[in-house]
């Protein structure tokens, strides 16, 4: 599986942006996730989706905030996120696994498939 995360930029606080997962290769995913690393912080779980019947999963920090989505040919992940805030900047990088069950979502450890990151940097 490859991933190609995509979107990030500078934006002012309250702004929107949406984020991107292209996914490619053997698609053998059980969840894709979102996760955000902030300088000098561990990485954290944001979001995630299940490949087989989309249901999704957020931090409490996101909730009602953000959105994880998916396209219907399964080849892209979304994360529409709304109402930034400067807490929000980090590097945001999209994660899969086959094999994650619910209870190790938030492990970035438990994920096989990594994209490469993209910043998202919130001014107040």
């Known amino acids: 599986v490859q991933l190609q995360a995509s979107g990030g930029g500078l934006v002012q606080a309250g702004d929107s942006l949406r984020l991107s997962c292209a996914v490619s290769g053997r698609t053998s995913i059980r969840y894709l996730s979102w996760f955000r690393q902030a300088p000098g912080k561990e990485r954290e779980f944001v979001a995630a989706?299940?490949?087989?019947?989309?249901?999704?999963n957020y931090v409490d920090s996101v909730k009602g905030r953000f959105t994880i989505s998916r396209d219907n040919a399964k080849t892209t992940v979304y994360l529409q996120m709304n109402s930034l805030k400067p807490e929000d900047t980090a590097v945001y990088y999209c994660?899969?696994?086959?094999?994650?069950?619910?209870?190790?979502?938030?492990?970035?450890?438990?994920?096989?498939?990594w994209g490469q990151g993209t910043l998202v940097t919130v001014s107040s």
């Open positions: 989706i299940k490949w087989s019947g989309g249901s999704t």
């Open positions: 994660a899969a696994d086959s094999r994650i069950i619910l209870s190790s979502l938030t492990n970035p450890h438990a994920y096989d498939y």
